[in-house]
């Protein structure tokens, strides 16, 4: 069964930089479309980013431009860098399998200051 870490989330001012990680146990990982997803505060989760097994990307419009994702086979491993944090950035990171979700993990708490 497929676990899902993610780590790298922290408290940041406006027009920070973060990178988030997350590991994944399993070796379904590699042909796998991931996602990396945001929960804001009483809002439904959305994809924002995804990434292909080969390396195709693709962005929610809202983050394009600022946000880049990729991933590491041999490490089970997708990264989401986010640079010009906005507030309305902040919220709770998952990955996840795209299109059909795995177990979902704990998720990394985002939070852009003002």
């Known amino acids: 069964q497929v676990q899902l870490v993610e780590s790298g989330g922290d408290l940041v001012q406006a027009g920070g930089s973060l990178r988030l990680s997350c590991a994944a146990s399993?070796?379904?990982?590699?042909?796998?479309?991931m996602g990396w997803f945001r929960q804001a505060p009483g809002k439904q989760r959305e994809l924002v980013a995804h990434?292909?097994?080969?390396?195709?990307?693709s962005y929610v419009g809202s983050v394009k431009g600022r946000f880049t994702i990729s991933r590491d086979n041999a490490r089970n491993t997708v990264f989401l860098q986010m640079n010009s944090l906005k507030p309305e950035d902040t919220g709770v990171y998952y990955c996840?399998?795209?299109?059909?979700?795995?177990?979902w993990g704990q998720g990394t708490q985002v939070t852009v200051s003002s």
């Open positions: 996840n399998s795209v299109p059909v979700p795995l177990n």
């Open positions: 399993g070796r379904l990982f590699s042909i796998n479309i």
């Open positions: 990434i292909s097994p080969s390396g195709g990307t």
